[in-house]
């Protein structure tokens, strides 16, 4: 090293030397002249130089050759959104899972809600990475853009920087200090837990200003920094679309340790642990259903939000060349909705031995009503028709099916779907069990004839709404549906967990003992979702058509243009495809400590205790403790 | 459950038996692609109800497997399982040659029926008032410019509909001018078929572009005049007084 320092010392002394033989001996008198003949050569290179700086300043777009910035740009936003759900979907139920576990001392929980955390703090570094990846793209592909984004939103960057650092700080707070903070500790852990929540939704809604202003921009005015950031924020779309990611979130977060859960039981080499696993399966379906139900309102505020931000943005959407997306939205929350609602009645037939007879008509009706309502949302206004097809409807509006592919009918079935599968839900909770109460009978009349009721309420505002103004059903007539089948959701909670309280167990639950495709089923959900928030994230942002901020900064790319609906679902598929296998090597990643951990004693996993008392709904009835 | 497979494909043929000629009976043929969806979301129902437990799952996949491993396929029953081993790749082939061959039909159309208006269109609110006068004056426009095509009774069934295809639109549909604003019937009256965006090809409107024959102000009662008289409303973000 010494040696190698010595000759390039060496090397350097000879090039000085050689340097100050080309330089002319300068004396004292001539160094005026020196100094002009410099100034002379080094000025252009100055004005050079500063043309140079002022071309870089003024660049637009940098592409990456052969593979197009669009197309780099739309893959890792993708990653990111989807990790940065998974990651900020989580916590919420983790941490209703811990507060479950705490209130009813039930160890499951807990080792549940800490099995979630683990799930997320492997994912969170990802989400980073992810996010800076896209941050270091924007900003070398699209300078102009991220210019005029950060001249208005700049103080938020600082906002959503600390935000960023609170929640790493507790987050690792949470998850380190779980073993350590039980007990007396227990209520600073949850306090942890909330935190991590608030901080989690700021991080989400604080980026969300940003995507929605470009959306739905507002004019800003003068004013400081941060009177200027602040009325950006406050954008028309902003809180539709933080109520609806915030409920997609649960939804995703939900299917995806369902999935894991199923992965997990698939492999489960022990009955112990394919009894915690079918467990932990059931309680990510439950999540995502119970996100599931609420998500089509969000959705049905957000798209009137963009009507009525701008017609032509909603119409391109909902009308236009985007139509088709939401045809395939429909078969993917079809497809969901199928697949949570079977996992359900699969864990009715396996789970609790004789209630396939029972349960089996219902679950038909069910189903019947289910494909019947997916079949009404799955058809489009538009059909697709041969040339002699469309002549023989007369156009290709079919003059009696035609009916199902506007609004009001899409709204009836969204709402049908949410109070049968709703209804699935009860229906699992209440099986094995004979409800005591004296009342019962009375109580279960009465649900039966309210979910008559709502039912028929739904589909006649349903048909109505084709005859009123557009006005009057959408302010009123979809309000009042979606009121109905809320309603009967928290009337039929609360009187079911009372009835269910004191109701004797005619057949104990058992669980581990679901079939393979009930794993699959869980996978499957997941899938969908992710599809799903693919599809949907490409939907937004080709509303822009355009415009980088619609209206505002127009898109002079080379990419200024909308891809064709085909290319779009391949990058879709893409990006489910690698969110899967980054989330399988996170989750591979996150498992493989565990299992170094175990000691040659330990090597049969802990068993799952699925005790009794069954409060919480969450629990969908898990059995009782054995006496 | 016995039967459960027999059953489905009893479904699967009364399904289509009904939508392809019963349904025909009362109103327009279906487009095989709605027929397609429909059988799917039945084959779909009948594997997801066969498939609850495990005694129903092998009441559905048994025949299927015994069929395919051959397992008691004696007689009858193993020449036709024979036949279908020769006639479904034969099947799968002509299917493929059908679909790949040169053919004069042209491929199904996924149409956007309502595109985006321009910009310049958006906002736009109908300057005239809704008197009575104005209703019947636009209505009176209508007759003269309108109603030949898209017919007195506003149901798209002029004389001249009938030489167009697609045909006018029908305006009494819920499905056409209720879900849209005045402003995007002022722009289709105006610019007409030769007016439409790119994401509206193949541009098959004949519809048109009533701006070098009308004023605006006829555009405009026209427009309230096709409202009222196909008894429908414009959408608007606000309620009438």
């Known amino acids: 090293m010494k040696r190698f320092n010595e000759g390039s010392h060496m090397k350097n002394h000879g090039i000085i030397e050689k340097l100050k033989s080309l330089v002319p001996t300068v004396k004292p008198s001539s160094l005026f002249g020196w100094s002009v003949f410099w100034a002379l050569v080094l000025l252009p290179a100055m004005v050079w130089a500063q043309d140079a700086a002022s071309q870089a300043m003024s660049v637009e777009y940098r592409d990456i050759p052969g593979l197009g910035s669009r197309n780099v740009v739309w893959v890792v936003a993708q990653q990111h959104l989807l990790l940065a759900g998974f990651v900020l979907g989580v916590p919420i139920f983790a941490w209703v899972c811990e507060i479950v576990g705490w209130k009813t001392k039930e160890a499951r929980y807990d080792k549940l809600a800490k099995e979630f955390t683990k799930l997320l703090t492997s994912a969170y570094a990802t989400t980073a990475l992810f996010g800076g990846i896209l941050l270091f793209l924007l900003i070398g592909l699209y300078p102009k853009l991220m210019a005029y984004l950060s001249d208005i939103f700049f103080p938020t960057f600082i906002v959503y920087c600390l935000l960023f650092l609170l929640e790493t700080v507790t987050l690792y707070l949470y998850w380190y200090g779980w073993d350590s903070m039980q007990g007396n500790r227990k209520t600073f852990h949850l306090f942890l837990g909330f935190l991590l929540n608030v901080f989690a939704l700021f991080i989400m809604i604080v980026p969300n200003a940003w995507a929605t202003f470009q959306a739905s921009p507002v004019v800003v005015g003068d004013g400081t920094a941060i009177e200027r950031a602040w009325a950006a924020t406050w954008n028309p779309t902003w809180w539709p679309v933080n109520i609806h990611r915030l409920i997609a979130n649960v939804v995703l977060g939900g299917f995806i340790c369902g999935a894991y859960a199923g992965i997990r039981y698939l492999l489960a080499a022990s009955q112990e642990e394919r009894e915690h696993y079918d467990w932990m399966g059931y309680v990510g379906n439950f999540i995502g259903v119970f996100g599931m139900l609420p998500l089509p309102f969000a959705g049905y505020w957000l798209m009137r939000e963009i009507y009525q931000y701008n017609q032509q943005m909603g119409i391109t959407l909902m009308g236009g060349f985007l139509a088709w997306l939401f045809i395939l939205q429909a078969m993917l929350i079809g497809v969901l909705f199928l697949g949570a609602n079977y996992y359900f009645w699969m864990g009715i037939t396996y789970r609790i031995p004789g209630s396939e007879r029972t349960y089996r008509r219902p679950i038909l009706a069910m189903l019947v009503v289910l494909m019947v309502c997916l079949g009404v949302w799955m058809t489009p206004h538009s059909l697709v028709a041969s040339l002699e097809e469309a002549r023989k409807m007369g156009g290709t509006h079919h003059p009696l099916l035609g009916v199902f592919g506007v609004m009001s009918a899409k709204m009836t079935v969204a709402n049908l779907m949410i109070l049968v599968t709703f209804m699935s839900f009860i229906m699992y909770w209440r099986a094995g069990k004979q409800e005591t109460a004296a009342w019962a009978k009375i109580a279960k009349s009465v649900m039966g004839a309210l979910l008559v009721i709502a039912g028929i309420a739904v589909i006649v505002l349903g048909v109505w709404g084709y005859f009123v103004p557009a006005i009057i059903r959408i302010n009123y007539f979809s309000v009042a549906q979606v009121l109905i089948v809320l309603f009967v959701m928290v009337t039929f909670t609360p009187l079911t967990a009372i009835l269910m309280k004191s109701a004797k167990t005619t057949t104990e639950m058992i669980w581990g003992q679901m079939p393979i495709r009930a794993g699959y089923s869980l996978v499957s959900n997941a899938v969908m979702v992710i599809l799903l928030m693919s599809l949907m994230g490409y939907a937004r942002s080709s509303s822009r058509v355009h415009w980088h901020v619609y209206g505002v900064i127009r898109d002079t790319s080379d990419y200024a243009y909308s891809p064709a609906l085909g290319y779009a679902a391949a990058f879709m598929s893409l990006n489910t495809f690698v969110f899967c296998l980054l989330v399988a090597f996170i989750f591979w990643v996150a498992t493989m400590g565990d299992k170094g951990k175990k000691s040659p004693e330990q090597e049969q996993p802990e068993p799952a205790k699925i005790p009794g008392s069954v409060a919480p709904a969450m629990a969908g009835g898990a059995p009782r403790e054995k006496a | ?241």
């Open chain 2, 1 to 241: 459950m016995k039967g459960s497979l027999t059953k489905t494909v009893i479904l699967l043929v009364g399904m289509y038996v009904f939508l392809k000629f019963i349904l025909p009976l009362f109103t327009a043929p279906l487009p095989a692609s709605l027929i397609f969806l429909y059988l799917a979301l039945t084959l779909a129902s009948a594997m997801i109800f066969y498939t609850m437990s495990g005694g129903s799952l092998d009441e559905f996949m048994g025949p299927i497997g015994r069929f395919l491993t051959g397992t008691g396929q004696t007689g009858i029953a193993g020449t036709a399982r024979i036949l279908v081993f020769v006639l479904f790749p034969l099947l799968v082939g002509w299917q493929t040659y059908t679909r790949l061959a040169p053919s004069d039909v042209p491929p199904a159309e996924n149409r956007t029926i309502h595109p985006a208006p321009p910009g310049e269109f958006v906002g736009l609110s109908n300057p005239y008032e809704r008197t009575q006068n104005n209703v019947m004056m636009g209505k009176g426009l209508y007759a003269a410019f309108c109603s030949p095509c898209h017919g007195a009774n506003f149901d798209g069934k002029g004389p001249a509909a009938v030489g167009f295809n697609p045909p006018p639109a029908n305006f009494s549909d819920p499905g056409t001018i209720a879900q849209l604003q005045e402003s995007y019937l002022f722009w289709r009256i105006k610019k007409g078929g030769v007016g439409l965006p790119v994401e509206a090809m193949p541009w098959k409107s004949a519809m048109p572009r009533w701006e070098v024959e009308l004023p605006d102000e006829w555009i405009w009662k026209i427009i309230m005049g096709e409202y009222d008289g196909a008894g429908q409303s414009p959408r608007t973000w606000e309620e009438e007084e």
